[in-house]
């Protein structure tokens, strides 16, 4: 079981709909669209590619992170550390 | 002519490898792998996106942006304020 | 007690060095300095910024956040609600 | 002359608002205010930062890098290029 299987279907969505933005964007390059018409569809994919990551840290902390604080003691601590890295790479990202 | 001819074959090889991580993220959902390695490959395909856009914006400004200005009047002023306000999307997304 | 007690000094350093960036970027203006080593000088700022972010939420997950959800309950789903919306404005912002 | 001539008032002004809420934070700290309050501030500190540099960036644009490209040669690259890789530090930062 993981933190997101309750949500595994809106995720799987979102992620289907963010390949056919890709997808889209591959078209507008092809067809030589206009530079800041991609660029606005390039934030479109961006943004909805974060909704995906934020949805899966909220299972994660709500799921994961929650039973190992529960417990406590140095895997607690660890599951914090781990959580708080990948929040920092998706700001940083 | 488009500000990104050049770089049309670089830009669809790019895009073509973000959308081989967005399926290889649906993937990660289905198999239920664990959420911390599939948010690590949320962000390596931001960040591809990011350097889609980065490389799309370098090619207006070179090109688009570029000729615009050198002609100068409410033409050019409207060009940079077009760039910028991408820009700003792409620093807030 | 708050979850970021033990790292308060750290916390305060960061910030003053942050405050003296934002002077610093003052005086660069007043004294025409070129735009690019401002807008270095504000992604420096920026990242500073994200770090002590970043920090406080370590320390809100660790303490905070994991004291609600080892009581379980609505109050525990309420935290985790509230530490990703947090987590979400700073990824946005 | 520097690009942002026009808007020195204006940057010095959010600079100094910047100023003051990173004081503010240093401040919430010290009276050890709640976590997720100060994180809505430092994003809001953080898109305050942002907003400066988006501005530099245009009257750069509209300027240095206008003035560059209308000349051509080596140097309009030159510029381009140093103002896509300042956009890249923010977009990353």
């Known amino acids: 079981m993981v933190g997101y299987?309750?949500?595994?279907?809106?995720?799987?969505?979102?992620?289907r709909r963010v390949e056919g933005q890709v997808r889209g964007?591959?078209?507008?390059?092809?067809?030589?669209?206009y530079c800041i018409d991609i660029l606005t569809q390039v934030s479109a994919a961006t943004s909805a590619l974060q909704s995906v990551a934020i949805s899966?840290?909220?299972?994660?902390?709500?799921?994961?992170?929650?039973?190992?604080t529960a417990k406590g003691g140095p895997e607690a601590q660890a599951k914090v550390k781990e959580a708080s890295d990948a929040i920092a790479r998706l700001v940083r990202s």
């Open 5 to 15: 299987s309750d949500h595994k279907q809106d995720q799987l969505r979102r992620l």
């Open 25 to 33: 964007l591959q078209r507008m390059i092809e067809d030589e669209k």
């Open 56 to 68: 899966l840290l909220e299972d994660h902390l709500a799921h994961c992170v929650a039973e190992a």
